[in-house]
């Protein structure tokens, strides 16, 4: 009996020892699974961010696609029936409201800034020999908001929504260009539509130059 007693001691304690030996050759310890853990989570949460933000990336890009969709398509004319003289829109000494259906045209006739009738501000690609559509550019966006087109002599150009006894509200978009008096806006030949400042800086630009190496200007001051 007291045999058998030694011999399962002996045992034990030999067990003892190889998992001590063991424990020594594994360094997982319990903070190092901690560790994992926390470093696995972190890269799971950042792998979700890059996924929401493709996902908006998408969300934008389909909605900037339908924007473009609900304008005047491609084979009709644009919506004119104002037409401004020359490709120049300088800010006036007074407000100047423009409703539905004023459109400027580059000198080349290959561009058109069209406010349509129903409240969207758009840049048309033309034919220049017919001056039919052949896609459209830019757009704000504000059809069946927008009622009104202004170029204010602050240097900004707004789409307001309303009318109340003379007084222009609820404005619906903007160029955010206030405080420059003196600048004007151009319809350019290479398909850009830039306000440009007394000094020829340019101040905000629609950015659908026909070719994608040309800077917001061409160079001449939109002139």
Known sequence: MVKSVIYSASIFAVAIFWSTIAASQNPTQPEDLATAL???AAIRSALSSQQAATEQDQAN???DQAALAAVTGPGTAPDCTTVHVGPILPAPPENIVHT???CIFANNAQTVLDFQHDGNLVVYDLNPNTLIINRALFASNTR???QFFIFQRDGNLVIYRNDVNGVLE??????HTFGHPNDHLSVQDDGNVVIYDSNCAVLFATHTNRFSNFPPGDGTCGK
Do not use: E
Request: hydrophobic share 15%; net charge positive.
């Open 100 to 102: 539905g259906g004023t």
């Open 170 to 175: 609820n404005p619906v978009f903007s160029t």
């Open 38 to 40: 926390k470093h696995t």
């Open 61 to 63: 890009t389909v909605q």
């Open 144 to 146: 069946g908001t927008g």
